[in-house]
Each structure stands twice: as structure tokens, then as C-alpha cells.
């Protein structure tokens, strides 16, 4: 067990909807990371968060948002939401706020998009 | 494109056999991590090697890196079935993120 907490672990939406997946990172960690992992994409850096700032952003889509609350848990949000964002996402949390230390992942959250 | 590009994509062995993967990768590096991901589970952090180090051994894993060649190889040694997982490495290179390759699958048979 990572100490990282994903919810929820499986979503089935339609097309153009809109979905919010949420991580509780490790007890203590300031940091918390978005991946998604698709078949054809790998697994792709999204956005990084620390302590509630925006710190890193990677290839995430326009129709995706995140945030860090002051408690640090982080929220996903995917909107107009298309077949090809069915991927499992996954977040992860570290101690500090360099993006170059060991990340503790969560479960993932898959999500299917019909 | 990927900061690390895995070599094999796949690899199966038989359980007591040694599996040996590879990394690319293309720009400068503080430190090389190597994870690991059981089917549909999360990734588990396995090692990490800094730039100025060459070897790095942790029980049956035993990781090379030459920053000259930027490669890098992860060993495991006597395999055994609960090794069967896909297996990543992960480069900070210049971009102050952890980007990953697209990972080798290894499956270790009884």
C-alpha cells in the first residue's frame, strides 16, 4: 500500500460528459502529480501540484483541469470528454517539490469513456 | 517523445533465468528511477541511481547506468513468477519532470 488513495477505481461515462477524479497523497507529502496511461500514449505527465500551486504542467489537454486543496488532496477534472481520454489515471505524491525524487502512485483510476 | 525508451518491449523467461532490460534516453539527467507495474495496478518505485554513480543494487536487482551512452539496465536476478510485471525507467532529464518510457513487459514462467 503506496499511502496514496484514488476514487473512484473504475468510471464508465459517455461522450462529452464531464468527470472529477480525485487523490488523497501520502500522509505528509506537499506533492502530488497526474498521470494517464493509454495503450498508444505510455504513460503521459499531466500537471504537478505542490502544496497548492501549479508546478509542472506536461501534455495535459485543455479540456482538463486540476487543482490542490489546502488539505492537499487534488481533483482531476476532464471535460468534453472524448473516446480517446479512456486511459487509466493515475496520481502520485512525493515528499518535496523537485519532480525528481521517488513518486508513490496510487491505484489509478480507469476511466471508460463510451 | 519519450525522455526513456525501454529495450526489449517484451521478454519471457523461465523462472531461475536472469532478465535483463534497457534504457535510452536522450538529454542530461540528475538521476535515472526504474519502477515496476503489476497488470492494471500502480507502479511500485523500485531503485533509483544518481548521475554520478554507475551501479546500484537493491536484493536481486542490481541496476547499471553510463551517463556517456546515456543507458541504463536493470537486472533481476533468479526470477521467479511474482516478477511478471511491466517494468519502466524514468528520467528527470532537463525538464525538471519525470517523464517515462514506454516500459518492458517481462512474464517469468513456472
Known amino acids: 500500500d503506496s499511502g496514496v488513495t484514488q476514487t473512484p477505481k473504475h468510471l464508465i461515462t459517455a461522450t462529452g460528459q464531464r468527470v472529477t477524479l480525485r487523490c488523497s497523497p501520502r500522509?505528509?507529502?506537499?506533492?502530488v502529480y497526474w498521470y494517464q496511461q493509454s495503450l498508444d500514449q505510455g504513460l503521459q505527465f499531466l500537471i504537478q501540484?505542490?502544496?497548492?500551486?501549479?508546478?509542472a504542467k506536461g501534455n495535459i489537454l485543455e479540456r482538463f483541469s486540476a487543482q490542490q486543496f489546502p488539505d492537499l488532496h487534488s481533483e482531476l477534472n476532464l471535460s468534453s470528454l472524448e473516446l480517446g481520454d479512456s486511459a487509466l489515471y493515475f496520481c502520485?505524491?512525493?515528499?518535496?517539490?523537485?519532480?525528481?525524487?521517488?513518486?508513490?502512485f496510487g491505484e489509478g483510476s480507469r476511466l471508460t469513456v463510451l | 517523445s519519450q525522455q526513456g525508451e525501454e529495450d526489449p518491449q517484451a521478454l519471457s523467461i523461465q523462472e531461475g533465468e536472469n532478465a535483463t532490460m534497457n534504457c535510452s534516453y536522450k538529454?542530461?539527467?540528475?538521476?535515472l528511477q526504474w519502477y515496476r507495474q503489476n497488470s492494471g495496478r500502480g507502479l511500485v518505485h523500485l531503485i533509483l541511481?544518481?548521475?554520478?554513480?554507475r551501479e546500484k543494487h537493491s536484493g536481486r536487482l542490481r541496476v547499471t547506468l553510463d551517463t556517456s551512452k546515456k543507458s541504463s539496465s536493470l537486472l533481476i536476478t533468479a526470477s521467479r513468477a511474482a516478477d511478471t510485471a511491466s517494468y519502466f525507467c524514468a528520467t528527470d532529464g532537463n525538464t525538471g519532470k519525470l517523464i517515462f518510457g514506454q516500459g518492458t513487459t517481462l512474464q517469468v514462467k513456472p
Open positions: 500522509s505528509g507529502d506537499l506533492s
Open positions: 501540484y505542490y502544496n497548492g500551486e501549479e508546478r
Open positions: 541511481i544518481r548521475s554520478n554513480e
Open positions: 538529454t542530461s539527467i540528475n538521476n
Open positions: 502520485a505524491s512525493s515528499a518535496d517539490s523537485s519532480n525528481t525524487g521517488e513518486l508513490f
